[in-house]
T-cell receptor, first 110, second 113 residues
């Protein structure tokens, strides 16, 4: 069975640019969450979608947005990138009892 | 938001039992407690989840006292491959109301030969 897949695995962007990260959940999982993990810290919750509706939002600026599609895949968009947005972005899917995480997208903003 | 506090690091030896305690003083009524393991350059891996008392699976046990203000992850007979960062997470499950999970900074466990 395929796990949670994220694309791309690595990405380099310039300050001010926009980026879109993609996530495919485990088949049958209707919940998708996004996290940002800065080196040396725990993952910080950004968004959670359940059945295509936003169920939770963490303490991130409006530059961060997300959506979930009818097939339950999801995209995370970040506008006007800052150097501080450099991090590992993790996607997780769930049936409601613990998240299964992907390997993440390593975003570097230069 | 429920905030969690864990020891920054722990050391153990192969074959020993390891107990990692997490404090979550302002846990909400509908919050579950979940523990994850993370290796470098990988996403966290689910270990165990509980709401109260004791939960056991094939890899770990989770002890939660009646006041639910803390929880203890117990890893029996650790091996070198258990060297990783362990996170305690408090938050409602996906199918129940608003969902704002909060990870702490994690506990870096080093298992020595």
């Amino acid at each position: 069975d395929a796990g949670v897949t994220q694309s791309p695995t690595h990405l380099i962007k310039t300050r001010g640019q926009q980026v879109t990260l993609r996530c495919s959940p485990i088949s049958g999982h209707k919940s998708v969450s996004w996290y940002q993990q800065v080196l040396g810290q725990g993952p910080q919750f950004i968004f959670q979608y359940y059945e295509k509706e936003e169920r939770g939002r963490g303490n991130f600026p409006d530059r961060f947005s997300a959506r979930q599609f009818p097939n339950y895949s999801s995209e995370l968009n970040v506008n006007a990138l800052l150097l501080g947005d450099s991090a590992l972005y993790l996607c997780a899917s769930s049936l409601g009892r613990g998240d299964t995480f992907g390997s993440g997208t390593r975003l570097t903003v230069v | 938001l429920a905030k969690t506090t864990q020891p920054i690091s722990m050391d153990s030896y192969e074959g020993q039992e390891v107990n990692i305690t997490c404090s979550h003083n302002n846990i909400a009524t509908n919050d579950y407690i979940t523990w994850y393991q993370q290796f470098p350059s990988q996403g966290p891996r689910f270990i165990i989840q509980g709401y109260k008392t004791k939960v056991t699976n094939e890899v770990a046990s989770l002890f939660i006292p009646a006041d639910r203000k803390s929880s203890t992850l117990s890893l029996p007979r650790v091996s070198l491959s258990d060297t990783a960062v362990y996170y305690c997470l408090v938050g409602a499950t996906a199918s129940g109301g608003s969902y704002i999970p909060t990870f702490g900074r994690g506990t870096s466990l080093i298992v020595h030969p």
